[in-house]
């Protein structure tokens, strides 16, 4: 990508996606900066960038979202997947309703958005779609599995993308960060399921501490966004990105004998208290 290139990013409200809308327009790229509530990004107004509502969950929000940047900007040349949450409880715990929004934002969103978008990057030969997943979806956990099997999935599926995209001039890029400041831990803890009557209940301080786990001595979103901004201006894109704390090292661990790897989470989580 180069200077001037327009960027579409979602959930641009805090973390990740925020210091990303920064530094893309430091770069000089226009941004469309995005969230369900567009009141949240009242400070990205004033500081000159473009804002629109986008909820990835909605049909209607992202065609509406999409038609106008293409209005105001006559294109897309990136678009970063952002918008995703954390699903934090025991599988067994989990309703079904729970699943289906944990997929329908992390995987279905993103995928609806990437259909809305991708269009007119093949009509203009050029494009670079940013996939933000995560190592959870390399290395699971317990209490995360919702999570981490929505992040696995969209590391998967970019692959098929990136094949299938590059025809028509399209990178495709995964990014998988560590541990990256942010409210993350903040809503990952007020999306904990745990019932009163839980089986997992002896445990509840690890399933709690799972939620807030990424905010343990995590890399600051703006020190990763500039590392992960200058590799997607280098003259050779990556097509996988790891960057933050335990980006490298999780992987490593999902690589460990599975017995090894088995007794090593149980004892991590305290699922070995419950024997």
């Known amino acids: 990508m180069e200077k001037n290139s327009v960027v579409l990013i979602s959930g641009c409200s805090s973390g990740i996606g925020l210091a990303l809308s920064r530094e893309f327009a430091l770069r000089g790229c226009r941004v469309f900066a995005t969230a369900r509530r567009p009141e949240a990004l ?62 329908e934002t992390n995987v279905i969103g993103l995928m609806a958005l990437t259909r809305a978008v991708v269009p007119a990057m093949i009509r203009q030969r050029s494009g670079l779609v940013v996939n933000m997943a995560s190592v959870s979806g390399i290395c699971a956990t317990p209490f995360a599995g919702a999570y981490c099997a929505s992040k696995a999935a969209v590391n998967l599926l970019s692959t098929s993308l990136r094949i299938e995209l590059a025809p028509f001039g399209i990178d495709v890029v995964t990014v998988q960060p560590g541990a990256i400041r942010s409210g993350f831990g ?18 509840a301080a690890y399933v709690q501490a799972r939620a807030t786990a990424s905010q343990d001595n995590p890399t600051s979103a703006e020190k990763f966004v500039k590392k992960l901004v200058d590799k997607l201006f280098s003259g050779k894109i990556p097509k996988i990105i790891r960057l933050g704390r335990q980006s490298t090292s999780l992987p490593l661990v999902a690589r460990l004998p599975l017995r090894q790897f088995d007794g090593l989470m149980s004892k991590t989580f305290g699922l070995h208290k419950l024997k």
Not at 189 to 203: C, H, I, M, N, T
């Open 186 to 203: 903040k809503a990952a803890a007020d999306s904990v399921r745990l019932g009163e009557d839980s089986f997992y209940k002896p445990v």
């Open 42 to 103: 009242a400070d990205l107004v004033q500081e000159t960038m473009d804002t629109a509502a986008l909820d990835v969950t909605d049909a209607g929000s992202i065609e509406a979202c999409v038609a106008e940047v293409l209005a105001r900007a006559g294109r897309i040349d990136v678009l970063v997947n952002n918008a995703g949450y954390a699903l934090i409880g025991p599988m067994i715990d989990l309703s079904i309703e729970d699943l289906r929004r944990q997929f």
